[in-house]
């Protein structure tokens, strides 16, 4: 009577060394292109904060400022009126003085401090004023603002500041990625028609 065929031990060990050894050499290929496509969602993310910016101000009829945490993906949207009476209060050297410890200053106590480790934070917060909306956002995935190559220093960035007549300041933004693989992509925000465009290599 003969058995039917089977694999033995061996050919079994050889096929998932095969495997394991297909898989070691493409997952840094697949790894890297994850990470890149990450750091291009992040562009199109801070493209489109950017855009919302520029459109709360015209909406409003009052300036905006835009400002980031360099090393980390933390940024916000704030009302220059609101942003100068936080600056004002803290500091009463105007609306050129930044602090990570400001938002929140004359804001509802609900809102409280989406940045701390607990609990995980959500990835954005908003508060509606007299004055108009305040954000405060997170970029999505592992990307962080670098230090830019307009002199942001860590710490949050001066304030960038937005116009109801559609005009803004004239800076940049570097977004850099986290862990094993770093990339680098610049964002050029133009201060005559406000808009945001990619730095090609």
Not at 9 to 34: A, K, Q
Not at 94 to 113: K, M, N, Q, Y
Not at 130 to 138: D, P, Q, T
């Amino acid at each position: 009577m003969r058995h039917p065929a089977a694999f033995t031990l061996l050919e079994l060990l050889i096929v998932l060394g095969l495997i394991v050894l297909i898989f070691s050499i493409g997952f840094p290929s697949v790894h890297r292109m994850f990470v890149q496509s990450e750091l291009q969602a992040c562009v199109r993310q801070l493209q489109g904060e950017l855009y919302r910016t520029r459109l709360e101000a015209m909406k409003s009829g009052k300036p905006y400022v835009f400002r980031f945490d360099v090393g980390t993906s933390n940024f916000e949207i704030v009302p220059k009126s609101i942003f100068d009476q936080w600056q004002q209060e803290r500091t009463g050297l105007g609306a050129t003085a930044v602090g990570p410890e400001l938002f929140g200053d004359g804001i509802d106590s609900g809102f409280g401090d989406p940045f701390t480790a607990e609990p995980a934070p959500p990835t954005e917060m908003v508060v509606q004023t007299s004055s108009g909306n305040v954000y405060r956002k997170k970029l999505n995935g592992r990307v962080v603002f670098g230090p830019s190559p307009s002199g942001a220093t860590p710490g949050w960035s001066v304030p960038i500041l937005f116009y109801p007549n559609g005009r803004t300041s004239q800076t940049s933004f570097v977004l850099l990625t986290t862990g094993f693989y770093r990339f680098r992509q610049e964002l050029n925000l133009r201060g005559l028609t406000g808009t945001a465009s990619i730095e090609m290599p």
